[in-house]
């Protein structure tokens, strides 16, 4: 496995990753790791899914149903030859 170097990290970011690690009882360098494989593999393991996130979205708005929209019949395609 490889090393890599952080350089020039905010203060304020290295504090907040330094809470987040206690807070889970792991190290820094743990932590940061752990960060890293969420962030990387989380639209991997969860593709979008645009109707899931619509219905989270608005589920605190309870059960609903939407009026059925009238619609026409499929036209036929129009051709251009004579």
Request: charge should be negative.
């Amino acid at each position: 496995m490889n090393n890599i170097t952080i350089s020039n990290l905010d203060d304020d970011i290295k504090s907040r990753l330094q809470k987040r690690s206690e807070k889970h009882g792991r190290s820094l360098e743990e932590e940061a790791r752990e960060i890293l494989r969420i962030a990387l593999t989380e639209n991997h393991e969860h593709p979008l899914n645009l109707a899931r996130m619509l219905e989270e979205r608005f589920a605190n708005l309870g059960d609903f149903e939407l009026p059925e929209i009238n619609r026409e019949p499929i036209r036929t395609v129009s051709t251009f030859e004579e």
